[in-house]
């Protein structure tokens, strides 16, 4: 799902509930600046970084229905 900032900012409630289920993309001007997730779908990252035994998708595909709609950004590695 994406949305707008000010959606988002009219409604934080409903779509921090959604986002059990679904991706939020929060958009700036048509642009996405940030992705909200489940903290179910969030542990299941941070597992994968500590791990590194199976590919990200892999991973993600253990949560069932896996929506990869959104693009991670250009980030620095992780610091333990």
Same mark, same amino acid.
Not at 10 to 31: A, E, F, G, N, P
Not at 54 to 77: K, N
């Given at each position: 799902?994406?949305?707008?900032?000010?959606?988002?900012? !009219?409604?934080v !409630?409903k779509?921090l509930? &959604?986002?059990? +289920?679904?991706?939020?993309?929060i958009?700036?001007?048509?642009?996405?600046?940030?992705v909200i997730i489940?903290? &179910?779908?969030?542990?299941l990252? &941070?597992?994968? +970084? &500590?791990a590194?035994?199976?590919?990200?998708?892999?991973?993600?595909?253990?949560?069932? !229905?896996v929506?990869f709609?959104?693009e991670l950004?250009? !980030?620095?590695?992780?610091?333990?």
């Amino acid at each position: 799902m994406k949305l707008s900032i000010t959606e988002f900012e !009219r409604d934080v !409630r409903k779509y921090l509930d &959604q986002s059990k +289920h679904d991706d939020i993309i929060i958009t700036d001007h048509s642009q996405s600046v940030a992705v909200i997730i489940s903290a &179910q779908k969030y542990a299941l990252l &941070q597992q994968h +970084h &500590q791990a590194s035994t199976q590919t990200l998708a892999d991973a993600l595909a253990t949560l069932g !229905r896996v929506d990869f709609e959104w693009e991670l950004p250009e !980030r620095e590695p992780w610091s333990s």
